[in-house]
């Protein structure tokens, strides 16, 4: 994204409250994960895709093994360190474990690797999508892996060749297009690039984004998105779609990506209602102004810590948003986010008016 007057306006203090407080991301450069070393057994079928997460992981391999539910299996690596070169065996009972170098102090996760890839860090669940940060073996690419768990085992890249190539060619400031793209019969495979700071492990450890930072931030997304809109990009906006380079630049990624390929592949609920503008969540389509709702969930979410609506049943939607907005003026919110949020879509702003709104709620905030 080009620099701005606002943007400009990240200093120390916004780092020191925001970026230097949250130490999610490894020790390990990454280009030199390809010296990681493991000689972990790994069950003969044994994949990460869809409900294989970190927390099941565990059970599969240990049901794989016989192992008893009483007993607690060990798995010992031995690891090259990036930093100091020193190879050193660990234990571990924890998939994705942080562990140290007994040599130089360095700290890392301790990774998994698969045919394709070397994992380090469960990023993401939802039912049919799953986000790993990790390298590919063919590439050496180091970023995120987004793995979508295909429904119907007939299905191939082909089926959505048109979307990846779509996404791929794009070249907008800001928004992390993807890179790689593999499958094997139970997934797709789509790598791109990220960043250091990700606002979804920020609200899950923090809760509300700084005062100094979150208009700065909703602001650079307001942009990025209006810029996508102008390609007929539109989606949802979930947290773990922003991340923060180290100086507070804000990077978009997966947004409406995810979208087109969920409707290719026919899963209508791959994308949790909370996100969702309250028309799409019955239709299924995605509008510019269905996006300008669901930046307002999002913007509520970075400014008070918490997502504004739970109700996932059809029945308690409608009310429950429609209470939300009843309720509005005792919430100490801007203004402008109840019109981000109003029922009828044509009565919301665009995209261009949000990313005013929020450089001037900026200026204010870091008076």
């Known amino acids: 994204m080009n620099n701005t007057s606002d943007q400009e306006t990240v200093d120390e203090s916004t780092k020191d409250g925001l970026l230097k407080r949250l130490n999610l991301h490894t020790s390990l450069p990454p280009l030199k994960r390809r010296h990681t070393q493991l000689e972990m057994e790994l069950p003969d079928d044994f994949y990460l895709p869809g409900r294989e997460t970190q927390g099941n992981i565990d059970r599969m391999i240990a049901e794989d093994n016989e192992t008893s539910s009483e007993e607690t299996e060990v798995y010992q690596l031995e690891i090259t360190c990036a930093q100091c070169h020193g190879?050193?065996?660990?234990?571990?009972?924890?998939?994705?474990e942080r562990?140290?170098?007994?040599n130089c102090s360095s700290r890392?996760?301790?990774?998994?690797?698969?045919?394709?890839?070397?994992?380090?860090k469960h990023i993401y669940e939802s039912d049919f999508i799953n986000i790993f940060r990790a390298q590919n073996k063919e590439t050496?690419?180091?970023?995120?892996?987004?793995?979508?768990?295909?429904?119907?085992?007939?299905s191939t890249l082909e089926d959505i060749k048109d979307i990846l190539t779509q996404h791929s060619v794009l070249h907008v400031d800001g928004y992390l297009s993807p890179l790689h793209f593999t499958e094997d019969e139970t997934a797709y495979y789509f790598q791109r690039d990220n960043a250091p700071y990700r606002m979804n492990l920020y609200l899950h450890k923090f809760g509300a984004l700084p005062k100094n930072q979150v208009a700065l931030t909703l602001s650079q997304i307001a942009e990025i998105a209006d810029t996508l809109?102008?390609?007929?990009?539109?989606?949802a906006f979930l947290a773990s779609d922003v991340m923060l380079e180290l100086n507070g630049d804000t990077r978009l990624c997966d947004y409406g990506l995810r979208e087109a390929v969920l409707n290719r592949m026919k899963i209508s609920k791959g994308i949790p209602?909370?996100?969702?503008?309250?028309e799409t969540i019955f239709t299924k389509i995605h509008t510019r102004k269905s996006a300008v709702y669901s930046l307002g969930i999002l913007?509520?979410?970075?400014?008070?810590?918490?997502?504004?609506f739970l109700a996932t049943d059809p029945e308690v939607i409608k009310d429950e948003r429609l209470n939300f907005l009843d309720e509005f003026k005792d919430k100490k919110l801007p203004a402008f986010l109840r019109l981000m949020l109003d029922p009828d879509p044509e009565n919301r702003p665009n995209f261009a008016q949000?990313?005013?709104?929020f450089a001037r709620l900026h200026r204010q905030n870091i008076r």
């Open 87 to 96: 190879t050193s065996f660990y234990e571990t009972t924890t998939l994705f």
């Open 99 to 102: 562990v140290q170098c007994p």
């Open 108 to 120: 890392f996760r301790v990774p998994i690797e698969t045919e394709k890839h070397i994992y380090d």
């Open 140 to 154: 050496e690419h180091y970023g995120d892996v987004l793995v979508y768990e295909k429904i119907n085992p007939h």
């Open 229 to 235: 809109s102008d390609e007929g990009i539109y989606g």
């Open 273 to 278: 209602a909370y996100f969702l503008a309250t």
């Open 299 to 308: 913007a509520i979410a970075f400014i008070t810590g918490q997502y504004p």
């Open 354 to 357: 949000c990313k005013d709104y």
